[in-house]
């Protein structure tokens, strides 16, 4: 029987939360992951219950590494000593397109991923635990900025860097720094269900239900920063009128260009037409509307521009995956 199976026999016995240290890591994302872990153990002694985790904090090489931003921390452990662990965390940074070349460090991964229980990367952790021969045809989440790089140098698993976090099978991985957040939160929730994670949530001022396949950015976000002023300026108009009747003329005028030459730089800037791109924007605000509000899905689809319900039910479902009622069961 596998480790992973017997993860359940003794409540009672904390889990070893182990959490990877290397020279070039990124501090908030160790941080955050520390002091989730740390949190919820505080939570559970305040109920008399005991503690549910141990962290045990292991270098890739000397025990001393120096953080991406030149803070100095000490390990516990190195690889060799290292105790069983149920759940082992890799942390990003700069410094994991450096680590992930240690073949030490690939050959004690590759233990840990029948030993343990969870393996999971935060942001650009991925390219650490990408190295790991048995993640071939695994999905692994990292930052929109680095997945195409994470994808190019490991075309055998499939990189996402649109959720906020993904599992495949034992292996969860997450998007940018915050969703480090998000990850370890679903981890706490998956051990010790939803009433500890609530609490856990409120205490850090964060969503306890940001679920893993929500977008890591909305729609206006992704082109919020741009060398064009004139564009810069459109988008950030369309955003705040997307409840408007908006033509396809209307939009032409505000840059003082043709319609077809507008289409197409929309296109190139964009890499969507102007209507999909403004469909985009409304259903961002629909699904936060669906989440926060207890508006019905006709008014909704009012408020956020499109007049046909039966079209919004449709184009939502297309988007998301998920009709509007089901997106606002699942995630409100």
Known sequence: MSARKNDSIDKRVPKNIGILMYDGMQALDFVSATDTFTEANSICKERGLSTPYKLVTISAGNKTI???????????????DCPALHTLIIPGG??????????????WLSTQFTSAQ????????AFILAIVDQLKGKTLATHWRYAELLQKQNPDIKV?????????????SSGGL?????????????????????????????????????????????????????????????????QSAITLDQLASRTSTSQRHFSRLFKQYTNQTPMQYLESIRLDKARVLLTTTSHNIDVIARTVGIENSDVFRRRFKHHFEASPTEYRQRFS
């Open 178 to 242: 915050t969703a480090g957040i998000d990850l370890c939160l679903f981890l706490i929730e998956e051990d010790l269900g939803s009433d500890i994670t609530l609490k856990l949530a409120r205490e850090f001022v964060v969503y306890l239900k940001r679920p893993g396949n929500q977008a890591q950015f909305s729609e206006p976000l992704k082109h919020q920063y741009t060398s064009d002023h004139h564009f810069a300026e459109l988008l950030e108009w369309m955003n705040q009128n997307a």
């Open 94 to 107: 700069e410094g994991s397109r450096i680590a992930n070349q240690d073949k030490e460090l690939k050959n």
């Open 160 to 172: 996402d860097g649109t959720a906020l976090h993904v599992k495949d099978g034992h292996i969860h």
């Open 118 to 125: 969870r393996l999971v990367s935060i942001c650009t952790g």
């Open 66 to 80: 120096t953080c991406a931003a030149g803070i100095q921390m000490r390990a516990s452990f190195v690889l060799a």
